[in-house]
């Protein structure tokens, strides 16, 4: 099968179904409702929990504040994610019950913002106990991040090792070594960024199985329900 037939195909199956698009739609607009936390005034009415930087701060005095590993988790911090997000999007379009992703990604979303209004947790970098690296080199990147007391659990983390779940699921051996390869190096990123704590990398790794299994789980129940014959008497 070519290329176009394969897309073509992929795109007749996504809008042969409501629940793709629906929840297809609803996933794609996460990033503005993510943004509308700055609109209600989220953060000037929170008093973030803080926790000891020690992980960092080790890092940081091992790998320095300055100089090229510091650019590079900088850029890679912002521009991997982006790519991780994308990539999501790409490969649960090609899977052939989308929805049941778009579900997965979409309860990620609505757990994470649920923990971030009850338990807002302020990264190091937003405490003055680290350096903050990215903010000293790559500023403009903070314009979008608009939830700055979210730390706990990483989004970062959670997006990309859901991507490992479905592609691992989905049987994509390649993109699923890509996705497990930028948890890792991610893992390793935004702890000497200031950016999470090491407990935020468990969380979203958690959220990420969670959601997945959850999502799943709907899914078989929906696919059983939907399967299940009429009764005589449901005629009546």
């Excluded at 607009?29 to 960092?56: C, M, N, R």
């Excluded at 190096?185 to 959220?207: A, P």
């Excluded at 789980?217 to 009764?231: A, D, F, H, N, V």
Aim: proline letters at 4%.
């Amino acid at each position: 099968m070519g290329t176009g037939s394969g897309i073509k195909k992929a795109y007749l199956n996504f809008v042969g179904g409501r629940k793709n698009i629906i929840l297809g739609t609803f996933t794609f607009f996460i990033p503005v409702l993510y943004e509308l936390f700055g609109f209600v005034g989220t953060e000037q009415s929170i008093i973030p929990y803080t926790l000891p930087a020690t992980v960092t701060n080790s890092l940081q005095n091992i790998f320095g504040t300055k100089g090229a590993m510091a650019y590079f988790a900088s850029y890679y911090y912002f521009f991997v994610q982006l790519l991780v997000l994308g990539g999501l999007a790409c490969v649960i379009f090609f899977t052939e019950k989308s929805w049941v992703y778009f579900l997965a990604a979409s309860i990620c979303f609505i757990v994470d913002s649920t923990i971030y209004l009850i338990f807002p947790l302020a990264p190091p970098v937003r405490t003055g106990a680290a350096v903050p690296i990215r903010l000293n080199l790559f500023h403009v990147s903070d314009y979008i991040i608009t939830a700055k007391y979210s730390a706990f659990p990483s989004g970062h983390i959670m997006a990309s090792f859901l991507g490992f779940l479905i592609c691992r699921k989905e049987n994509f051996k390649k993109i699923e070594a890509l996705y497990i390869m930028n948890t890792l190096i991610m893992s390793f990123v935004v702890v000497y960024l200031g950016e999470h704590y090491l407990v935020d990398l468990f969380g979203g790794i958690l959220l990420a199985v969670f959601a997945f299994k959850m999502a799943n789980y709907i899914g078989k129940k929906y696919m059983t329900t939907e399967s299940q014959p009429l009764s005589p008497y449901s005629l009546r």
